[in-house]
């Protein structure tokens, strides 16, 4: 049975794992069968200097990064700094802000680990085991397949303009692109990120560069964000590189293949039994 | 002119024969002064093997569980083992093992995998030590088979595994029963895997029966997706007296693979550091009870020669020389010390000997800590631990009749007599 999924905005793809669909690289022309939404306003440079209250720099990028619904499949590669190198390779469904389900294809013995995520609760099937297990507490912290992308990333989805104050510290340019720096401190005890400072592209609403701060001011993850290019009338980073400070000898790289949005998304898809194997 | 009339006693005492004679004179003194010394050496005797086989027990417990007498781990384990950290390695097992197992000093090499893992009973879960080891080679070791409580060893390339009994029971599963584990693979991804509980484990240290899970070696690495690797390799020295020096011998004949390093057991730090300390401070205990038990001797070996002053003073009297009565009363004290001492190592040595054969249950003192410790306690006599004992009961006994014998002939022997 395949149901419609209603338009409600989704997280922000910014940060969120199991949005990874989005928040990955589009590999041109792999886009298929995404539903035409208005596009996403693009601004000209020239209307940078008018966008100066920071909530409305963080309301532009949430519309870039939200969706009601979407499919990717995407790689992620996991550099070990003693020269390993690790790549797996899954597909994801998402619907809404609290929904969604991902299933890794390759390599072969991780091949069939799900996941799926419900109203901000995790399980995990494990394929040797047979059977699905809940995810909490201390497990949270841990890396999605040893990746630098922790499960409490993916388990939490806030949207940026509504979980964090934000200023402008400065404007600057990053890899050539004109940015402005925002410093945004958590509304809330409930995020993993006390505060946050993001390098805004102000002519595409995407960040460029992330840093996430634990309360005491600690540098947990910094992100790059990259190859940033427009699907369905919205500015994607397309390639995600993630460095967990928790995890000082990996980074991992999140790449899009295949990506579509808006598109239905089966409802059985986001059920305990669909996670376990039945149909 | 006559010849002076010459008392043989005064002139030659026969010192040892007269002090034998004394001892025997009053019984009901000599027992009680020897019965101090008895007490006091079976008492130190005692004592020091325990205290010996305490420190024993830990440095064991800790050498099978933990530490080997060196280690091979990845490099920069050792500084993050409480995390246990699969990604941290020893690779290549099919090479390295038959090397180090090839060493004259080694009498065996242990490859073992650890780590934290959440055993689930499919109604909850329960944090847990999983170990993958060798059963067949850990016998004499870890020792399995003798830890083993009800039910059978878990068997290579099966998914089977022996739970602690204290584990167990919380999960309310027996042999038969099915456990899923789920932990870390080297990768940091989630690993999981199904397992029959075989048997229940009675290891006797009280933090591994509480959470050890004991998989066969195989099970471990498919769990942890380390084949052929292990979290470290334990190496057993084949002579007691290398055990401290076995890391340097081993790091000198086998080159050790890149990534890799080898420690010995002493410099794990924290632990047997701390049993040094305690050892320094048991150390200060026993001079302590040493010095109880010569005040003890000394007590009742004064009080028998202060009653003797009138005694004494009539031999002085008798013109005994002072030397000679000195000599005569320290003699007594060391007759009463070494017969003391005699039985009282024959009763330290039979104490320690029988109750090192039996044990000294501590299990329930032990429940719940994690300090590996086994749970009963074995007395580690040895002939130093007499040699110590006797020679405070001789030397205290002598002593301790020193003093008085000093004060009596001091005395006028008219003085002496009137008391």
């Known amino acids: ?60 990028v949430d519309a870039n990064l939200t969706f009601s619904t979407a499919w990717t499949r995407a790689r992620m590669t996991i550099h070990y700094r003693a020269g390993d190198v ?35 609760v995790m399980w995990y099937y494990l394929p040797r085991v047979g059977k699905s297990v809940r995810i909490q507490g201390h497990m949270l912290r841990q890396g999605l397949m040893g990746s630098d992308f922790s499960l409490g990333d993916a388990t939490e989805n806030p949207r940026l303009v509504e979980a964090y104050d934000a200023v402008v510290e400065a404007d600057s340019t990053l890899d050539g ?68 400070a928790l995890q000082t000898d990996t980074r991992t790289v999140l790449e899009t293949v295949e990506l579509r949005l808006d598109l239905d998304v089966p409802e059985r898809y986001f059920t305990l039994r669909h996670l376990e194997g039945g149909s | 002119m006559s010849e002076p009339l010459k008392d043989p006693v005064v002139a030659r005492p026969p010192l040892l024969g007269l002090a034998w004679r004394n001892t025997l004179r009053n019984v009901r003194r000599t027992l009680l002064t020897g019965s101090a010394v008895v ?26 569980t933990e530490s080997g007498h060196a280690r091979i781990t990845g490099e920069g384990y050792l500084d993050r083992q409480r995390f246990m950290p699969l990604y941290l390695n020893v690779p290549g097992l099919g090479e390295l093992l038959p090397s180090l197992r090839s060493h004259p000093a080694v009498a065996e090499a242990l490859p073992r995998i650890r780590s934290a893992v959440l055993a689930s009973n499919d109604e909850m879960n329960i944090g847990a030590l999983s170990m993958g080891v060798d059963f067949a080679r850990e016998e004499g070791y870890l020792d399995p088979q003798r830890m083993l409580g009800e039910g059978q060893l878990p068997r290579p390339g099966r998914a089977e595994a022996m739970l602690g009994a204290g584990l167990a029971g919380k999960l309310g599963l027996a042999p038969g029963d099915s456990l899923t584990i789920l932990g870390q693979t080297a990768w940091r991804s989630f690993g999981g895997l199904r397992v029959e509980v075989t048997g229940t484990a009675r290891s006797g240290v009280a933090y591994l029966d509480a959470s050890l899970i004991l998989l066969p070696l195989d099970q471990a690495q498919l769990l942890a997706d380390l084949p052929d690797a292990a979290t470290e390799v334990l190496l057993f020295a084949r002579d007691k007296e290398q055990r401290d020096e076995l890391a340097s011998l081993i790091s000198l004949d086998r080159p050790i693979p890149e990534r890799l390093e080898v420690r010995s057991w002493r410099q794990e730090g924290t632990l047997l550091g701390l049993m040094d300390v305690a050892r320094a ?27 003797r002053t009138r005694e004494l ?40 000997l029988w109750v090192g054969a039996v044990g000294i249950d501590i299990s329930a003192a032990m429940e719940g800590t994690e300090f590996p410790m086994g749970s009963v306690i074995y007395p580690d006599w040895h002939w130093t631990q007499v040699a110590v004992a006797a020679g405070l009961g001789v030397a205290t006994g002598a002593l301790a009749a020193l003093y008085p014998a000093l004060r009596a002939v001091k005395l006028a022997p008219a003085e002496a007599l009137r008391r």
Do not use: C, H, K
Not at chain 1, 3 to 15: D, H, N, V
Not at chain 1, 55 to 60: K, S
Not at chain 1, 99 to 107: K, M
Not at chain 2, 285 to 297: P, Q, S, Y
């Open chain 2, 313 to 352: 003073g009539m031999l002085a009297a008798m013109g005994l020389r002072r030397g000679s009565l000195i000599r005569l009363v320290v003699t007594e004290g060391l007759i009463i010390g070494l017969l003391g001492s005699a039985i009282g190592a024959v009763l330290g040595t039979g104490v320690a």
């Open chain 2, 39 to 64: 007490v006091a050496a079976a008492a130190v005797i005692f004592m020091l093997s325990y205290t010996r086989g305490i420190i024993a027990n830990v440095e064991d417990a800790y050498a099978l």
């Open chain 1, 177 to 244: 692109r004109p940015v402005r720096v925002l410093y945004l401190t958590a509304r809330t005890d409930d995020v993993s990120y006390a505060s946050r400072r993001a390098w805004v592209d102000t002519e595409r609403w995407v960040p460029l560069r992330e840093e996430r701060y634990a309360r005491g001011g600690r540098l947990l993850v910094s992100v790059a964000l990259g190859d940033v290019r427009q699907v369905a009338g919205r500015w994607y980073p397309f390639r995600v590189e993630m460095d967990n």
């Open chain 1, 86 to 120: 690790r790549t797996l390779e899954f597909e994801s469904w998402a619907s809404g802000e609290t929904r969604s389900f991902l299933e890794f294809t390759a390599p072969a013995r991780d091949a069939g680990s799900r996941f799926l995520r419900l109203e901000g």
């Open chain 2, 281 to 307: 401070a048991w150390g200060f205990f026993l001079v302590i009870l040493m010095a109880m038990a010569g005040l003890i001797i000394v007590n009742t070996m004064l009080m028998a020669v202060l009653e």
């Open chain 1, 1 to 60: 049975m395949t149901s419609r999924q209603p338009r409600t905005p989704s997280a922000p793809l910014f940060g969120l794992l199991f949005a990874a669909a989005a928040a990955a690289t589009v590999i041109p022309g792999t886009v298929v069968a995404q539903e035409v939404r208005e596009p996403t306003e693009i601004l000209p440079r020239g209307d940078v200097q008018q966008v100066n209250d920071p909530a409305e720099i963080l309301r532009r």
